[in-house]
């Protein structure tokens, strides 16, 4: 299952993300959230804490500054650019996908 949260500015966006993605690994799922913002604060709502997700968006910066390679693959990304929270939702920063393979 994929869900995508989009929105107006301030509706409500990060917290209805974080809420289903750990009511659902809560529930046992394997969960992976994406955070595509270009200010990414979902780690706060995921309950990462602000220095680690303080460092996801300084890798992010990174990203966007070409100062990082982008993950060739799907499970690199998740590693590299990734961070556990504490109901065991796996949250990555993702600036732009290349190439997505179907699925
Ligand atoms: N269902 C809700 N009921 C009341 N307040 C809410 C609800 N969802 C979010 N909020 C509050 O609204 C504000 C904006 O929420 P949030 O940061 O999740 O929005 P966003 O769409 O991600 O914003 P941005 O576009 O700035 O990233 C926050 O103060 C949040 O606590
Ligand atoms: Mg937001």
Do not use: Y
């Not at 529930?27 to 602000?50: E, F, H």
């Not at 690199?76 to 109901?87: A, K």
């Amino acid at each position: 299952m994929r869900v995508a949260v989009v929105g107006k500015g301030g509706s409500g966006k990060t917290t209805t993300s974080a809420v289903i993605a750990r009511t659902l690994a809560r529930r046992g799922l394997r969960v992976v959230a994406l955070d595509c913002d270009t200010n990414p604060n979902l780690g706060i709502s995921l309950g990462l804490g602000d220095e680690e997700t303080e460092r996801l968006a300084a890798m992010r910066d990174e990203l966007d500054a070409g100062d990082a390679e982008h993950a060739p693959s799907w499970d690199e990304l998740i590693d590299r650019f990734g961070s556990d929270g504490p109901d065991g939702v796996r949250l990555a920063v993702v600036s732009r996908i290349q190439n997505p393979e179907p699925g």
